[in-house]
T-cell receptor
Framework: DAGVIQSPRHEVTEMGQEVTLRCKPI?????LFWYRQTMMRGLELLIY????????DSGMPEDRFSAKMPNASFSTLKIQPSEPRDSAVYFC?????????????FGPGTRLTVT | KQEVTQIPAALSVPEGENLVLNCSFT??????LQWFRQDPGKGLTSLLL?????REQTSGRLNASLDKSSGRSTLYIAASQPGDSATYLC????????????FGAGTTVTVRA
């Protein structure tokens, strides 16, 4: 399996522009997570989906952020309009959540720089 | 709110020495605990997952222990190698109901050749 795939790997954009980050989870996994990592705040869970349905988006910082999962093999995280404080590494992770313990598998991340 | 702490923040050892990484958490009612490795500029790689009913897990040179009552987990890496240099993070699933992991800030390890 190719693992979790994220694109782009790096994104540099100007303040006010729309940014779309993409994620392809591991085939067969039923849950998907979006995280943000910064030096100041560490790893933060933004939103997670189970069977393509958003279960908890309480970590989404504000209305400028939105996430979708139209099918089991694709998800997007959109920031509109982007701001310099959104600069961070955004990770997507997936897992197969059944009864019992599970593991989360992370993608390589998208490094976002907003100037 | 579950707080996860990893001390020290950084560690440097000579090659061959055993590594001991600590993770503590404030709420002992956890579902499982997971150890990750993160290389610079890369994503997280899952190393070991310990369920709340378990006391330890082993994989090769890695051994992770869990003491729920004291709110602690320890990751042991035997006979360290330069390739073990990375940041190690522990993450706690507080309930098993909503799958939210609470992450520690990590311990950055440097193994000197």
């Amino acid at each position: 399996d190719a693992g979790v795939i994220q694109s782009p790997r790096h994104e540099v954009t100007e303040m006010g522009q729309e940014v779309t980050l993409r994620c392809k989870p591991i085939s067969g996994h039923n849950s998907l997570f979006w995280y943000r990592q910064t030096m100041m705040r560490g790893l933060e869970l933004l939103i997670y989906f189970n069977n393509n349905v958003p279960i908890d988006d309480s970590g989404m910082p504000e209305d400028r952020f939105s996430a979708k999962m139209p099918n089991a093999s694709f998800s997007t995280l959109k920031i509109q309009p982007s701001e310099p404080r959104d600069s961070a590494v955004y990770f997507c992770a997936s897992s197969l959540i059944l009864a019992g313990a599970y593991e989360q598998y992370f993608g390589p991340g998208t490094r976002l720089t907003v100037t | 709110k579950q707080e996860v702490t990893q001390i020290p923040a950084a560690l440097s050892v000579p090659e061959g020495e055993n590594l001991v990484l600590n993770c503590s958490f404030t709420d002992s009612a956890i579902y499982n605990l997971q150890w990750f490795r993160q290389d610079p500029g890369k994503g997280l790689t899952s190393l070991l997952l310990i369920q709340s009913s378990q006391r330890e897990q082993t994989s090769g040179r890695l051994n992770a222990s869990l003491d729920k009552s004291s709110g602690r987990s320890t990751l042991y890496i035997a006979a360290s190698q330069p390739g073990d240099s990375a940041t190690y993070l522990c993450a706690v699933d507080p309930s098993g109901n909503d799958y939210k992991l609470s992450f520690g800030a990590g311990t950055t390890v440097t193994v000197r050749a």
